[in-house]
Nanobody, 127 residues
Framework: QVQLVESGGGLVQAGGSLRLSCAAS????????MGWFRQAPGKERDFVAA????????YYADSVQGRFTISRDDAKNTVYLQMNSLDPEDTAVYYC????????????????????WGQGTQVTVSS
């Protein structure tokens, strides 16, 4: 059974940085792409970033391009989201997600590509 556990959320001032981690277990991590989504209060869950199974391709929402960086460490079965220049609009619960399809899973910017989800970690950015 695939399990995803996020960590690293917290309270930070605008302009600050946080790094989220997502530890995966239950299958061969290196064979799968990974993604991050977020859900702000009263809003739908939105795509943030994704990384291919090789790590050679990354995808970002326009709102975080240039500020956030997704990366992976297959030796640690962990995917990271480095968040810089944080803005109060980045306040949300951040979710790690893993697709059902291995290797070149299609549609990584959409929720439909993902079958497994973590419990989420709260990120709050104060102004």
């Amino acid at each position: 059974q695939v399990q995803l556990v996020e960590s690293g959320g917290g309270l930070v001032q605008a302009g600050g940085s946080l790094r989220l981690s997502c530890a995966a277990s239950g299958r061969t991590f290196s064979n799968y792409a990974m993604g991050w989504f977020r859900q702000a209060p009263g809003k739908e869950r939105d795509f943030v970033a994704a990384i291919s199974w090789t790590g050679s391709a990354t995808y970002y929402a326009d709102s975080v391009q240039g500020r956030f960086t997704i990366s992976r460490d297959d030796a640690k079965n962990t995917v990271y989201l480095q968040m810089n220049s944080l803005d109060p609009e980045d306040t949300a619960v951040y979710y790690c997600a893993a697709p059902d399809s291995d290797y070149d899973a299609p549609g990584l910017t959409g929720q439909g590509a993902y079958l497994y989800w973590g419990q989420g970690t709260q990120v709050t950015v104060s102004s």
